[in-house]
C-alpha cells in the first residue's frame, strides 16, 4: 500500500472532507494542481496561459469548484501537439503516488465547444487515488479530468505569472483577472444554451463583479469577432466596434432569455451554500450587470 505524499496531506488539510463528494472535489483540484505543474515542468507554459473557471479557482479564490483545464496558446499554432508533455504528466503525478491512463484526443479541423471555436487539442485524465487516501478518506471512483488547449486563439488578452507553493513551488502562466473577466463575458453572450444554462457562468458573473473586477474590453471584443454562436443564430451580427454600451445591451438581451431555474440546477453542485441562489431571478441579474466595469 503506498503512503500518502506529505505534500497531498497538507493540500487536503485545507478541505472539508466530511463527506465522498466533497473529498471527491478536493482529490480532483488537488490532481488539477499536479496536472499542472507537469506542465510547468515540461515548459508547456512557455508557449500557452492557463484561463477558465479552475484557473479563477485555483489563482484568484473563486468559491466554487471547477470541472476542467483550459489553456490557450499564446500564439496560434495549428501543429501545435499536447502529446509531447503527457511523459512529464504522468511522470509528476506518480511521483506523488497517482496511478494515471491518459487518453489523448486529437481532433483536426475547426472544433467549436463550449468553450472554444478553433482548432483544440484535448486530454482526457482518468487518475485513481492510492489505496491510503481511499481508504482514510472514503474515494474509491475514477477522478476525471479533461483540459484543452485552444490552438487558434483569439489574441489581445493581458497575462501574469502567478507563484504556486503546493505540492511544489512553480510558476503558471495564466490571464490575468480582466483577460479572464472578457472570456466569461463572451461565454454568457455566445454559448448556445438550448434548454440548459450553465449556471456556472452567471455565478461567476457575479463574483467577478462583487469583487470589483474590470473587464478587458479589447480581449473580449477580439473573441466575439472570432465566434459567437448564440448571437449568430439569432441574426445578430456583432458590430465593428465593441463599446461599452453595447456589451451591456447585448447581456441585458441574454439575461431577458435565461431560464432561471435551469441555471441554478447546474451551479448547485459545485456550491457548498445553495441559499446564495434564493435572490437568482432575471430582475437580479439585470441590476447586476449595471456595475459592470470596464478597464480604462
Known amino acids: 500500500m503506498s503512503k500518502l505524499h506529505p505534500a497531498i496531506g497538507k493540500m487536503l488539510e485545507k478541505y472539508d472532507l466530511s463527506t465522498s463528494d466533497k473529498t471527491y ?34 489563482l ?31 511522470e509528476t503525478l506518480q511521483s506523488f503516488g497517482f496511478e ?3 487518453q489523448l484526443k486529437n481532433q483536426e479541423g475547426v472544433i ?31 477522478v476525471k479530468i479533461k483540459f484543452e488547449v485552444d490552438t487558434q486563439p483569439p489574441l489581445d488578452f493581458q497575462s501574469e505569472k502567478k507563484t504556486q507553493l503546493l505540492p511544489a513551488p512553480f510558476m503558471i502562466h495564466s490571464m490575468t483577472t480582466s ?39 479589447k480581449h473580449l471584443g477580439a473573441r466575439l469577432k472570432q465566434s459567437c454562436d448564440w448571437q449568430s443564430k439569432e441574426g445578430v451580427r456583432i458590430e465593428e466596434k465593441i463599446t461599452e454600451a453595447y456589451i451591456l445591451e447585448l447581456l441585458k438581451k441574454r439575461i431577458n432569455t435565461l431560464d432561471i431555474n435551469s441555471a441554478k440546477r447546474d451551479i448547485e453542485p459545485f456550491i457548498s ?18 456595475g459592470l466595469r470596464f478597464e480604462s
Open 100 to 102: 494515471v491512463n491518459i
Open 112 to 142: 467549436k465547444s463550449a468553450f472554444l471555436k478553433g482548432n483544440t487539442a484535448q486530454h482526457l485524465l482518468n487518475i485513481k487515488a492510492p489505496d491510503d487516501v481511499i481508504a482514510k478518506y472514503g474515494q474509491g471512483r475514477l
Open 60 to 90: 484568484y479564490g473563486l468559491d466554487r469548484f471547477s470541472e476542467d483545464l483550459d489553456f490557450s496558446l499564446l500564439k496560434a499554432d495549428k501543429s501545435f501537439d499536447l502529446g509531447v508533455y503527457e511523459k512529464s504528466i504522468v
Open 25 to 58: 472535489e478536493a482529490l480532483r483540484e488537488i490532481l488539477q494542481e499536479i496536472v499542472l505543474l507537469g506542465l510547468y515542468r515540461a515548459g508547456f507554459f512557455n508557449h500557452a496561459v492557463f484561463y477558465g473557471g479552475t484557473a479563477l479557482r485555483i
Open 179 to 217: 483577460s479572464l473577466f472578457a472570456g466569461k463575458i463572451h461565454a454568457i453572450l455566445c454559448r448556445n444554451w438550448s434548454s440548459r444554462p450553465k449556471g456556472r457562468d452567471w455565478y461567476d458573473l457575479v463574483w467577478y463583479i462583487a469583487n470589483g473586477y474590470e473587464v478587458d474590453l
Open 273 to 290: 451554500d445553495r441559499q446564495v441562489l434564493d435572490i437568482w431571478s432575471k430582475e437580479f441579474f439585470l441590476g447586476v450587470v449595471e
